[in-house]
Structure formats: structure tokens, C-alpha cells
T-cell receptor
Framework: RKEVEQDPGPFNVPEGATVAFNCTYS??????FFWYRQDCRKEPKLLMS???SGNEDGRFTAQLNRASQYISLLIRDSKLSDSATYLC????????????????FGKGTLLTVNP | EPEVTQTPSHQVTQMGQEVILRCVPI?????FYWYRQILGQKVEFLVS????????KSEIFDDQFSVERPDGSNFTLKIRSTKLEDSAMYFC???FGWGAGEQFFGPGTRLTVL
């Protein structure tokens, strides 16, 4: 099983659609979870952290199910500017001593929002 | 808004040559990272650095790679003898703390090895 696995996509949706991204992770000891977005040939940028209680930021809702090792991202009322690759990212810590965390990325799901 | 900067934006080199990629992390951050992304593939962790030493490194980060924080502001990645397969986008990142703290990524250096 891959460490972080995402829907392969791509997704093509009209403006205003609701889009759902799914992700699973293999390490049950994983500690923190994120969704990043990456525009073509740019750096990953944090979209939101994901908490067990679920969290919402405007049109974006993220959920985590630790028992199923599953993370989701929902985008409502999608905009043209939402077109990007969405990366599921997991911090598989903890590590002992002075070590700090590394991020493990999924391959990403490309979203294109069409006018 | 503070940001991570990287230079150069694009580096072209011949196979076997040494390259140094430079990063200036956010000034009050304490943890520094290098990641790479081969075209069309996922972002992969290379190395993390804290308190002037490597905290963790991946299997990709072999003896050809080294990192340094030479002057308290720059953070560099050196590849001693580049291979064709080193062609990738290299991202520097920094974070204030460890644990769940957000890592901020620089815009990347595109390395092309001919």
C-alpha cells in the first residue's frame, strides 16, 4: 500500500460545482494531516490543516477519519481560480529526540474548473 | 508577508558537475527542509535540518548530497556530481517549530542536468 494515495483524477468540473477529493494513508501512527494546492510548476501552498473534528474554511471542508485512515477535502461552489493540483500531505511522525517532522505527499489530483 | 526565497530559479548543468542551490528561509524559523519533485511525479522529502545538523534524511539523500547553513541566513543544498536523474524541481521549506507546524515552501529551483 502506498504511503499516501489519492484519487488519480483528473477532475473537470463546471464553475459552481461541488468537488470531493479523497486520500488514504498507510501509517496509523501519522500525526498531522494537510491539504496543499500546487499550481502548475509552482511550489506547494498550504490550503488547510485537517483535524479529527473536521474543519471548514469558507468553501473548503476537510475531514479526517483516523479509524479508516482516510482524509477528504470538499470544495463547494468551485471557482475558476480553484483550478490546481490538490495534494494530500501527511506528517508521519513522531520521531524521537531532536528529530523534526517530514511531510509525505500524495501524487496529487488535478482539478480544472471550466467556465 | 515573510516568504522563503530560492536562487537560482533555473540551473542548467552538465552531468558530473557540482551545483549549489540556495535558499533563504523565513527569518525566525528554526527548521529547514529540502524536497524535490521530478516532472510529473510527487514531491519527495530529501532532508531536514535543525540546530546546524541534519535531523533526518531520505534514501535519496546519498553521499552526493550535502546541506549547509553557512552564515545564519542561507541554507544550501549541494550536489557534488550531478546525474541525469537529478533533474527535478528542488523546493526549500522552513518551519518555526516541529510537530504539526506548517512548512512554508520556496518557489523552487528547476535543475536540468544535460
Amino acid at each position: 500500500r502506498k504511503e499516501v494515495e489519492q484519487d488519480p483524477g483528473p477532475f473537470n468540473v463546471p464553475e459552481g460545482a461541488t468537488v470531493a477529493f479523497n486520500c488514504t494513508y498507510s501509517n496509523s501512527a501519522s500525526q498531522s494531516f494537510f491539504w496543499y494546492r500546487q499550481d502548475c510548476r509552482k511550489e506547494p501552498k498550504l490550503l488547510m490543516s485537517v483535524y479529527s473534528s473536521g474543519n471548514e474554511d469558507g468553501r473548503f471542508t476537510a475531514q479526517l477519519n483516523r479509524a479508516s485512515q482516510y482524509i477528504s477535502l470538499l470544495i463547494r461552489d468551485s471557482k475558476l481560480s480553484d483550478s490546481a493540483t490538490y495534494l494530500c500531505v501527511v506528517n508521519m511522525g513522531p520521531f524521537s529526540g531532536g528529530s523534526n517532522y517530514k511531510l509525505t505527499f500524495g501524487k496529487g489530483t488535478l482539478l480544472t474548473v471550466n467556465p | 508577508e515573510p516568504e522563503v526565497t530560492q536562487t537560482p530559479s533555473h540551473q542548467v548543468t552538465q552531468m558530473g558537475q557540482e551545483v549549489i542551490l540556495r535558499c533563504v528561509p523565513i527569518s525566525n524559523h528554526l527548521y529547514f527542509y529540502w524536497y524535490r519533485q521530478i516532472l510529473g511525479q510527487k514531491v519527495e522529502f530529501l532532508v531536514s535540518f535543525y540546530n546546524n545538523e541534519i535531523s533526518e534524511k531520505s534514501e535519496i539523500f546519498d553521499d552526493q548530497f550535502s546541506v549547509e547553513r553557512p552564515d545564519g541566513s542561507n541554507f544550501t543544498l549541494k550536489i557534488r556530481s550531478t546525474k541525469l536523474e537529478d533533474s527535478a524541481m528542488y523546493f526549500c521549506a522552513s518551519s518555526f517549530g516541529w510537530g504539526a507546524g506548517e512548512q512554508f515552501f520556496g518557489p523552487g529551483t528547476r535543475l536540468t542536468v544535460l
